[in-house]
């Protein structure tokens, strides 16, 4: 029975990377905000889901807003740093993502944060949306936000909404199928991952894991055969000898039935049950072949809710996604024909780069290529995201921020990111407390004043035009954000702007700079092939002679390396990942 009825201006249903960042950035607006979770851990993805080595907006140029704040935070709490794995540049344990949500939160009086419950109606005026009630409460707010991991609001207020494939015919994208065949019909959206946490006890023995129902070990053979058992392991390391197990390669990504994710409560529950079960017997798998050294990580999520070694909910990579305003579709995360990114939306309010990647278990599905050669490695080309992709095209009162936006199939295997995701929701956030500020529903708020506060905003300004060689501590990273803003036919397609940095922002003084958790090298630069960069080291004497793979991820950096001259001498200062087998470079001089 409903006890209690509160009101807000601002209400998130979801505590994902999503909702979590629009609650803390309505919050720190102003709003008074209610934030909803179904669980006690705040950040989804980045968290509770347990993927601690989150993918994309990895160049330096794109951490801004809460994704570069988040990643500073990391930096400070995070024990060993965070240069552990080769998946991502950045692996943590999930206990602390979720420590800095929850003191972001708690910092804030005007947010309420309540834990535990999920929506079971919603309450309307007309075509506006007011409330949602909860088991134990109602909320009712000037906006709303939906942020859960399945879209699940959408359904509740039924609002338009797609779950399935789009064929080429309806939006003419390059990689979507010609017509339905079955692989759209057995994967309606995309795998989802019941991500388990494993521990290399050293010499110990860890427990025996015990088999989960459905137990077939010959579905996982091979899983690693290209890759070895120590780079798989290092796939997804984290620090304390911790191993985040989201593998796709005939590992724990779990499709079958995937329609029973949105038909009732008990399907739900029925296809998470196996889900579970089937991560469980892959950890069995990997440790009956590499042995009882390794087992599940003890309490890394909270036990109460059997998390354990397991994430509190699977990594859902695809949602119900909404009929919006626009849709982002295929060619709207391309590059554009000669360039390495994606034509700019006028109305543009986060920004991604990640390639664009699909989960279908037993299936290799190609979609068109967006990844480029860049610091030494492979990154995705980048592309932005518009606003009016949150916006319903019919109910007001009501945005989405999560991976239920407004976008096609395929599409979202670049944009559910959770860095993408994270700057999705601070713009909403940002929107719906300027909405409430200006007595305006969603889609009339206008957009240049929206890209305005997110630029400007004093705790964690946002970029949302996608410039490669414009670090975010420039000085005049803001005017060149707001110049291509003001003309966006000016948008170079290689994503660099004209400007003269001060050479501070390049160089190093040979050893005099000093910089936390990076060391010096001296030492021979070699260019192997177009940015396949090694550098051999002379000094200090305990790496002498050892030759690594060079990377960076400031665009500065990334320039001056393809200046350099087969066998030149530099010194360099950086930090090294042994699981990426490469030296990360900082700074460096000649």
Known sequence: MVTQTYTADVLVVGGGTGGTAAAIQAARRGAKTILVSEFPWLGGMLTSAGVSAPDGNELEAFQTGLWGAFLRELQHRQPGGLDNCWVSFFSYDPRIGAQIFADWVQELPNLLWITGQVPLE??????????????????????????TELGDLLALAQVPLRWSWELQSEWREPSAPAKLDNITQRYPVQAPTWVVIMQDFGEAIAPEIPAAPNEDPSQFAS????????????????PGGLFMINWPIRGNDYGKGLGRLIETEESRREFLQECRWHSQNFARFIQ???????????????????????????????????????????QDILPMAGGIVASLNEDAIAIGNYPNDHHYPGVEFQVSPKSILWGGRRTGTPFT???????????????????????????????????????????????????????????????????????????????????????PNFPDWLHWQLYYLDNPE???????CPFSSPTQYYYIDGDSLTLSETS???????????????????????????????????????EQLQTFCDQQLLTICGRINQALNCLIIENLSR
């Not at 309307?124 to 909320?139: I, K, P, S, Y």
């Not at 998390?307 to 990579?317: K, N, Q």
């Open 520 to 558: 010096c090298f001296q030492g021979i630069f070699y260019q192997k092939a177009e940015q396949d960069y090694k550098f051999t080291i002379t000094a200090p004497s305990e790496y002498k002679g050892q030759t690594w793979q060079i990377v960076t991820l400031r665009s500065h950096i990334h």
């Open 223 to 238: 899983a690693w055969d290209d890759y070895g058992a120590e780079k798989f392991l290092n796939y997804g390391r984290l």
């Open 490 to 496: 000016l948008y170079s397609v290689n994503g660099n």
């Open 385 to 471: 995201i518009p606003y009016r992709c949150l916006i319903p095209t019919e109910t007001d009162g009501l945005l989405v921020c999560e991976k239920n936006i407004s976008v096609s199939h395929i599409a979202n295997g670049a944009t559910r990111l959770q860095p993408v995701v994270m700057g999705i929701g601070q713009a909403a956030g940002m929107a719906a407390a300027m909405c409430v500020e200006l007595n305006l529903s969603p889609r009339h708020l206008p957009v240049r004043v929206l890209q305005e506060a997110l630029l400007k905003d004093k705790y964690a300004p946002a970029a949302i035009i996608p410039l490669l060689n414009m670090l």
């Open 122 to 147: 919603v309450f309307r005026q007309g075509n506006c949306l007011t409330g949602v009630r909860f088991a134990d409460f109602t909320v009712k707010a000037k906006v709303t936000l939906d942020a």
């Open 288 to 330: 009956n072949q590499l042995g009882r050294r390794y087992g599940l990580a003890p309490g890394i999520f909270p036990v109460s809710l059997g998390g354990g070694a397991f994430g509190l909910h699977p990594y859902y990579r695809e949602s119900r996604r909404l009929v919006g305003l626009t849709t982002v579709r295929e």
